[in-house]
C-alpha cells in the first residue's frame, strides 16, 4: 500500500482564510520545511500567485493538503484542481496549549497526511452541480427552522391567552390558516389586540415560508434530475433525501467503502455496555453528518411502512426478540448500504458509457457524479 510521503515529493500544507491562505512545503523525504512559508490573497491574482510560487519551490510531485477546502478554501481548491495540482481535504488540527499560529496550522495539515495511504485522502467535494444543491439545500435548513419556530411561538400564544380558538389537540394548517384570516376585534383589550395581531402575523410568516419550502423543493428536484435522476427512482428516496446523498456523497471515490459512507452517515453501529453485558449490544453512531442522517432515517421510516421486504424483515427481527429502536438502527444501516452501492454502480456506468462515446467521437453527456 502507497502511502503519501512516497508517491510525492512535497506536500504543501494551507490554512485557509477569508482574506488571505498561509502556504507551507514540506519536503516528503526527509520531512523538513522546504522554504520560508508564504501568506496569498485569496482573490483571483492571489490564487494565481500561490499557484505559481508552488511550482517554482516544488519541483517533482506535489499534493495540496487544505484545511477548510469546502469552505474559505474552495475556490483554491478548484483553481489547484484545473491546474493539474493533486489536491486533498484534511481535517482541523488538535488544539494546542501554547496558542494559535497559521504558519502552524499549514503545517499540521500537510504533515498530517504524509503516513496516509493514497486510497485514505479525503478528495474535495465537487463543484458545479452540487454546489447549487449545497446552496439550496442549506437555505431550505434555514427554512425549516423559521417555520418551526414561528408555529411554536403561535401555539405558545394560543395556550396563554384566551385567543377564541382551541389547540389542546395541536396546531394544524388549518387552524393556522383560520387564524391569519382574523381582523381586529373591538371587545379586545388594547394588550389582547396586540397579541391577536402578533398571532396573526405568525401564522402569516409560517403559511409564506411553507409555501417558499414547496417552491424550494421543485428547485431540489430539477437539480436532482439533472445531476442523477436515476436516484429518485429508489424506493423511499425523494427530491430532499437524494439532495442530501448527493451533497454528502459528492463523487466517485470519496469514499472508500460503504462502512465509512456508513460512519459519516452516522448509522455504524457502535458497540456498548459493560460489566454483564461484555459489550454485546450496539447503538446508533451520535456523530457523523446529521443531515445526511436525517434523510437515511427518512428512507428506512419510509420502506418500514411501504416495503414488504422491509416489513418482513423487521417482523423477523421482533419475533426474535429485537427491540423496535435496534430494529430501526439495522434497517438504517443497511438502508446506507443500499445507497452507495447504487451510487457506486451508477456513477460507474456513467463513467463508461462517456467513455466509450468519446472513443467513438460522440459528445459525452456531462454528469456530476
Known amino acids: 500500500m502507497t502511502i503519501v510521503a512516497e508517491r510525492y515529493d512535497y506536500v504543501v500544507g494551507v490554512d485557509t482564510h477569508a482574506a488571505q491562505h498561509m502556504f507551507v512545503i514540506v519536503q516528503t523525504r526527509t520531512g523538513a520545511v ?3 512559508p508564504e501568506k496569498f490573497a485569496t482573490n ?3 490564487l ?5 510560487w508552488i511550482g517554482r519551490k516544488s519541483t517533482g510531485r506535489v499534493l495540496v493538503a487544505i484545511e477548510g477546502s469546502g469552505c474559505y478554501g474552495k475556490r483554491l481548491s478548484v483553481a489547484l484542481a484545473q491546474a493539474g495540482i ?4 484534511t481535517r482541523a488540527p488538535v488544539k494546542r496549549r501554547g496558542g494559535k499560529a497559521d504558519v502552524f496550522d499549514a503545517e499540521a495539515a500537510a504533515r498530517s497526511v504524509l503516513g496516509l495511504p493514497c486510497d485514505r485522502l479525503i478528495a474535495p467535494r465537487a463543484s458545479g452541480d452540487r454546489d447549487a444543491l449545497a446552496v439550496v439545500l442549506a437555505r431550505r435548513h434555514a427554512l425549516s427552522k423559521e417555520m418551526t419556530a414561528d408555529r411554536q411561538r403561535l401555539l405558545d400564544l394560543t395556550r396563554r391567552f384566551d385567543l377564541g380558538i382551541d389547540t389542546r389537540q395541536g396546531l394544524g394548517w388549518q387552524r393556522t390558516e383560520q387564524i391569519a384570516r382574523w381582523r381586529p376585534r373591538r371587545s379586545d383589550t388594547p394588550a389582547l389586540a396586540e397579541i391577536r395581531q402578533t398571532a396573526v402575523t405568525l401564522a402569516v410568516k409560517a403559511i409564506a415560508t411553507r409555501t417558499e419550502l414547496k417552491v424550494n423543493e421543485k428547485h431540489l428536484r430539477r437539480l436532482v434530475k439533472k445531476t442523477m435522476p436515476e436516484l429518485l427512482n429508489v424506493l423511499g428516496v425523494g427530491p430532499v433525501s437524494a439532495a442530501e446523498i448527493l451533497v454528502s456523497w459528492s463523487h466517485h471515490g470519496r469514499f472508500r467503502d460503504e462502512a465509512r459512507w456508513a460512519m459519516h452517515a452516522g448509522v455504524a453501529p457502535i458497540q456498548t455496555g459493560s460489566g454483564k453485558t461484555d459489550g454485546r449490544y450496539h447503538r446508533m453512531n451520535p456523530f457523523g453528518d446529521r443531515d445526511l ?11 418500514l411502512l411501504h416495503s414488504e421486504r422491509t416489513k418482513a424483515y423487521a417482523a423477523k427481527r421482533a419475533a426474535a426478540g429485537t427491540k423496535k429502536a435496534a430494529i430501526m438502527r439495522l434497517i438504517q444501516r443497511y438502508v446506507a448500504r443500499d445507497i452507495y452501492r ?11 458509457a462517456a467513455s466509450a462515446d468519446a472513443d467513438t467521437g460522440n459528445e459525452a453527456t456531462p454528469t456530476a457524479a
Open 34 to 36: 522546504l522554504t520560508e
Open 44 to 46: 483571483e491574482a492571489g
Open 48 to 52: 494565481g500567485r500561490a499557484i505559481s
Open 86 to 89: 493533486d489536491v486533498a481535504e
Open 293 to 303: 442522517n436525517r434523510a437515511m432515517w427518512i428512507i428506512a421510516r419510509t420502506r
Open 342 to 352: 447504487f451510487l457506486t454502480a451508477t456513477a460507474t456506468a456513467t463513467a463508461t
